[in-house]
Nanobody, 119 residues
Framework: QVQLEESGGGVVQAGGSLRLSCTISGNKISADAMGWYRQAPGKQRELVAPIAGGGVANYADSVQGRFTISRDNAKNTVSLQMNSLKPEDTAVYYC?????????????WGQGTQVTVSE
């Protein structure tokens, strides 16, 4: 079965940088779409940055210009480079992979990695 695992979270000072990575295993083909989500305590999970199989990416307004998502289909990984971090970026970050088939779409999630930005 398909499994996702995130890594790279930690504690960083405001203005600093972190790079999150997600590795997919158990898949027979590359994911049709992938993305990073985050969820802060008491808040709804939000989409931070999606990326299509062809590499086209989009970003939430709150991270535009600061975060960069990338994927390596050969290595089965997707990364999120986070620069100029702010305290409001503090959240659990989740990796998502979407596979499309005739019978429907299937989404898989990692367990999440904590990112804490100190003031």
């Amino acid at each position: 079965q398909v499994q996702l695992e995130e890594s790279g979270g930690g504690v960083v000072q405001a203005g600093g940088s972190l790079r999150l990575s997600c590795t997919i295993s158990g898949n027979k083909i590359s994911a049709d779409a992938m993305g990073w989500y985050r969820q802060a305590p008491g808040k709804q999970r939000e989409l931070v940055a999606p990326i299509a199989g062809g590499g086209v990416a989009n970003y939430a307004d709150s991270v535009q210009g600061r975060f960069t998502i990338s994927r390596d289909n050969a290595k089965n990984t997707v990364s999120l480079q986070m620069n100029s971090l702010k305290p409001e970026d503090t959240a659990v970050y989740y990796c998502n992979a979407e596979f499309r088939a005739t019978i429907g779409q299937f989404d898989y999630w990692g367990q999440g990695t904590q990112v804490t930005v100190s003031e």
